[in-house]
């Protein structure tokens, strides 16, 4: 009996050890915020479609995620060890494609390396390479025959180049165009890369942007998307900076556009009021006022302005813009927004009012194309502790699927 005795006490004390962890758990949950989203006015039944992602301190100095949507919340805690290894923190458009095609997903959940349409699901990584790599990595799921071709590219070695990294996904017909920001001893570029799925070689290959010093460039696309996008945008900042404060001050701001096929290029008129210094820097910049959305052929410039939203309409085709559209908003609704959210195909804002005052929150979701207010929902916290205050719960994104 004695050999016994080592494992006998190895097994009672991680017996013991589990059990003080889910005990804690549970009581500590117990203390934990639940969020409800309670629908107000819905002009075109999206609501059960709706995915607000945020966090919370959870009073052990430490912050929770979770995923709000109409039905329910999603408590990240409550997930055992291996659902968070098993992309549970995914953006829902890679979760469903992980969900609907497990095998050809596996080690392949980064949305930027990812493309999808009808019939097939295109993968390209890896996501970063250095020197002496030199290669795409490519995966094509043909979703209807449910076959999947794997494709080494190599990429031609240059002078001066030191690595580069995947920004964007597209793929029209037998052609895949990878963007990328590549970084050379001399400065940086932004390039596109054409793959010829057939000939499983780089047909082509455009430099977009060489960017001097105390310049950089960003991608406005909204960063969930993972369908077709006919026109690429981006922007270019110059910037000047103090060197006793050490703040920048943006001098020259071109926002341009690129059509995915026919790889024309133009610099795009920026409305009147667009202020160059407060506009956002991508599409996770939920403080700034002024942002952009990319839907089809249209770029939308959205600026907050005191008591109400003004939308110009860009039409990337024409390469025309448009007559300035207006979004009232009731004052308190104006002064409390928290956070501003490129909400797929459309744009959203979160506000602290409410009838709790500051323990619930609303969200506002716009319909661009007629300049409304199509969704108004609460978004009510309960089972909060005293100690559980308001600004300890932040909103990160939104989702419309």
Same mark, same amino acid.
């Given at each position: 009996?004695?050999?016994?005795?080592?494992?006998?006490?190895?097994?009672?004390?991680?017996?013991?050890?589990?059990?003080?962890?889910?005990?804690?758990?549970?009581?500590?949950?117990?203390?934990?915020?639940?969020?409800?989203?309670?629908?107000?006015?819905?002009?075109?039944?999206?609501?059960?479609?709706?995915?607000?992602?945020?966090?919370?301190?959870?009073?052990?100095?430490?912050?929770?995620?979770?995923?709000?949507?109409?039905?329910?919340?999603?408590?990240?805690?409550?997930?055992?060890?291996?659902?968070?290894?098993?992309?549970?923190?995914?953006?829902?458009?890679?979760?469903?494609?992980?969900?609907?095609?497990?095998?050809?997903?596996?080690?392949?959940?980064?949305?930027?390396?990812?493309?999808?349409?009808?019939?097939?699901?295109?993968?390209?990584?890896?996501?970063?390479?250095?020197?002496?790599?030199?290669?795409?990595?490519?995966?094509?799921?043909?979703?209807?025959?449910?076959?999947?071709?794997?494709?080494?590219?190599?990429?031609?070695?240059?002078?001066?180049?030191?690595?580069?990294?995947?920004?964007?996904?597209?793929?029209?017909?037998?052609?895949?165009?990878?963007?990328?920001?590549?970084?050379?001893?001399?400065?940086?570029?932004?390039?596109?890369?054409?793959?010829?799925?057939?000939?499983?070689?780089?047909?082509?290959?455009?430099?977009?942007?060489?960017?001097?010093?105390?310049?950089?460039?960003?991608?406005?696309?909204?960063?969930?998307?993972?369908?077709?996008?006919?026109?690429?945008?981006?922007?270019?900042?110059?910037?000047?900076?103090?060197? %006793?404060? #050490? !703040?920048?001050?943006? =001098?020259? +701001? $071109?926002?341009?556009?690129?059509?995915?096929?026919? *790889?024309?290029?133009?610099?795009?008129?920026?409305?009147?009021?667009?202020?160059?210094?407060?506009?956002?820097?991508?599409?996770?910049?939920?403080?700034?006022?002024?942002?952009?959305?990319?839907?089809?052929?249209?770029?939308?410039?959205?600026?907050?302005?005191?008591?109400?939203?003004?939308?110009?309409?860009?039409?990337?085709?024409?390469? %025309?813009? #448009? !007559?300035?559209?207006? =979004?009232? +908003? $009731?004052?308190?609704?104006?002064?409390?927004?928290? *956070?501003?959210?490129?909400?797929?195909?459309?744009?959203?804002?979160?506000?602290?009012?409410?009838?709790?005052?500051?323990?619930?929150?609303?969200?506002?979701?716009?319909?661009?194309?007629?300049?409304?207010?199509?969704?108004?929902?609460?978004?009510?916290?309960?089972?909060?502790?005293?100690?559980?205050?308001?600004?300890?719960?932040?909103?990160?994104?939104?989702?419309?699927?």
């Amino acid at each position: 009996m004695k050999k016994y005795w080592k494992p006998i006490i190895l097994f009672a004390i991680i017996l013991v050890t589990f059990s003080i962890y889910y005990v804690y758990g549970a009581l500590a949950k117990e203390e934990l915020p639940e969020l409800e989203l309670v629908t107000v006015s819905d002009k075109n039944n999206i609501a059960e479609n709706i995915t607000i992602e945020g966090n919370y301190e959870n009073g052990r100095m430490s912050w929770n995620e979770f995923k709000l949507t109409a039905q329910d919340m999603m408590d990240y805690s409550d997930l055992g060890y291996l659902e968070r290894l098993n992309n549970s923190y995914s953006h829902v458009n890679t979760a469903k494609l992980i969900e609907d095609y497990r095998g050809f997903m596996r080690g392949k959940n980064e949305r930027e390396l990812l493309y999808e349409d009808e019939g097939r699901v295109v993968y390209v990584g890896p996501y970063s390479q250095g020197k002496g790599k030199n290669k795409f990595e490519v995966a094509i799921l043909d979703k209807v025959k449910n076959e999947e071709k794997d494709v080494t590219v190599k990429i031609a070695e240059e002078a001066g180049f030191e690595y580069m990294y995947i920004e964007e996904i597209q793929a029209a017909g037998d052609k895949i165009y990878v963007f990328t920001s590549n970084y050379y001893r001399d400065g940086e570029q932004l390039r596109v890369y054409e793959i010829d799925i057939n000939e499983e070689k780089i047909t082509d290959q455009k430099t977009l942007e060489i960017l001097p010093a105390d310049s950089y460039y960003s991608i406005l696309n909204n960063f969930g998307n993972i369908k077709e996008e006919p026109y690429l945008v981006y922007k270019v900042e110059e910037n000047k900076w103090d060197e %006793e404060t #050490g !703040e920048g001050e943006v =001098i020259s +701001l $071109e926002v341009k556009s690129y059509h995915v096929q026919s *790889g024309e290029q133009r610099t795009i008129t920026l409305p009147p009021e667009w202020d160059k210094n407060i506009d956002a820097n991508n599409m996770y910049d939920v403080h700034s006022s002024n942002h952009y959305v990319i839907k089809d052929e249209f770029i939308y410039f959205i600026i907050h302005v005191e008591d109400r939203i003004d939308i110009y309409p860009y039409h990337l085709e024409k390469n %025309e813009l #448009g !007559e300035v559209r207006h =979004i009232p +908003l $009731e004052p308190t609704v104006s002064e409390g927004v928290v *956070g501003y959210f490129a909400a797929g195909e459309d744009f959203s804002f979160i506000s602290s009012v409410g009838e709790n005052g500051s323990n619930q929150r609303k969200l506002f979701i716009i319909d661009l194309d007629n300049a409304e207010i199509q969704y108004e929902g609460d978004i009510k916290i309960t089972n909060a502790n005293r100690e559980m205050l308001p600004y300890l719960i932040e909103f990160n994104d939104v989702y419309i699927d």
